[in-house]
T-cell receptor, first 109, second 116 residues
Framework: DAKTTQPPSMDCAEGRAANLPCNHS???????VYWYRQIHSQGPQYIIH???NNETNEMASLIITEDRKSSTLILPHATLRDTAVYYC??????????FGEGTQLTVNP | DVKVTQSSRYLVKRTGEKVFLECVQD?????MFWYRQDPGLGLRLIYF???????EKGDIPEGYSVSREKKERFSLILESASTNQTSMYLC???????????????FGPGTRLTVL
């Protein structure tokens, strides 16, 4: 599975959009991009995933560049409860899930 | 909503004790996983199971065993706990990998185990 790179930390004001980037320049054609988040002392929570089209659900939007080498997770109106570590991972169907260090997002009042 | 529950949120045990961590999922998922998570080391797979009574070693199985007697329940056993097994233990489940969204893993709340 491709290695992903994320900034270690980001800040966002409450009510604003949080845009979390992820680089996955070695991603292969059959690998999906997955996003999870982990609020302190809890288990990881699935957010969204995509292959090449942009995706949206009730939690977030995922924008994948046309060359698929990077993606952005968008939380359109961040709240204090969105403060968490966000993990971007690329994964072939059926392969093992791995997390890097992720991005610590802090939403400030 | 998928629900994965773990028997304890916090556990303190002594070196040499046998420790049981239980995980239950309510989505009829075939696949279940046990991970441990440590600062700087990320998420590491200990064991997984793709069916009742079936198990496969993950990346760090030493010192652990598992049991899956029923589809909804996956247990992690530390035969003789040691201090280096102090960690956050996470259970996850996943459906059969044959549809678009079934690579998604659903995690329990985690068990923070301290071995003294």
């Amino acid at each position: 599975d491709a290695k992903t790179t994320q900034p270690p930390s980001m800040d966002c004001a409450e009510g604003r959009a949080a845009n979390l980037p992820c680089n996955h320049s070695t991603i292969s054609g059959n690998e999906y991009v997955y996003w999870y988040r982990q609020i302190h002392s809890q288990g990881p929570q699935y957010i969204i995933h995509g292959l090449k089209n942009n995706e949206t659900n009730e939690m977030a939007s995922l924008i994948i560049t046309e060359d698929r080498k990077s993606s952005t997770l968008i939380l359109p109106h961040a709240t204090l409860r969105d403060t968490a570590v966000y993990y971007c991972t690329s994964q072939r169907s059926g392969s093992r899930l791995t997390f890097g260090e992720g991005t610590q997002l802090t939403v400030n009042p | 909503d998928v629900k994965v529950t773990q028997s304890s949120r916090y556990l303190v045990k002594r070196t040499g004790e046998k420790v049981f961590l239980e995980c239950v999922q309510d989505m009829d998922h075939e696949n279940m996983f046990w991970y441990r998570q440590d600062p700087g080391l990320g998420l590491r797979l200990i064991y997984f199971s793709y069916d009742v009574k079936m198990k496969e070693k993950g990346d760090i199985p030493e010192g652990y065993s598992v049991s899956r007697e029923k589809k909804e329940r996956f247990s992690l056993i530390l035969e003789s706990a040691s201090t280096n097994q102090t960690s956050m233990y996470l259970c996850a489940s996943r459906g059969t990998v044959n549809t678009r969204s079934t690579d998604t893993q659903y995690f329990g709340p985690g068990t923070r185990l301290t071995v003294l």
